[in-house]
């Protein structure tokens, strides 16, 4: 993992990843694990709001720049990945809690993320 720089501003994320935090969509980004037979990942999943639920039942996705966001660093037996048993054996490694996307890149800072790092989880091997 790379140390990025602590002055992070909104406009670190790729434009896309951070309009896809602000509809309420997780990322995802591979991070090494403990061991070679592991697979870890960390993802970012944006809070819901009743709000956010009317606009789905009115058939719409709801942007907010003000959302809160959950970070979960979570760690997996390599050989159960890809089956339906992926969550034996399974370790939750770290998990935090931001206020704002300053808080969120703040959270991200201290895990030695950077924005760059992070995925749609369709585009990685993240079980969840």
């Given at each position: ?29 591979e ?51 890809d ?14 809690e ?31």
């Amino acid at each position: 993992m790379d140390s990025p720089d602590a002055s992070h501003t909104g406009s670190d994320w790729p434009a896309d990843k951070l309009a896809a935090l602000r509809l309420g969509r997780r990322l995802v980004t591979e991070v090494p694990a403990s061991r070679p037979d592991r697979r870890a990942f960390v993802d970012v999943t944006p809070a819901r709001s009743p709000a956010d639920d009317r606009a789905r039942d009115e058939g719409w996705t709801r942007g907010d720049t003000g959302r809160r966001f959950r970070l979960k660093h979570r760690e997996y037996d390599g050989e159960r990945l890809d089956g339906f048993d992926h969550d034996i054996g399974a370790v939750l490694v770290a998990s935090a809690e931001a206020a704002d996307e300053a808080g969120l890149l703040a959270a991200l800072t201290a895990w030695g993320l950077h924005p760059d790092a992070f995925a749609y989880p369709w585009e990685t091997d993240d079980p969840s």
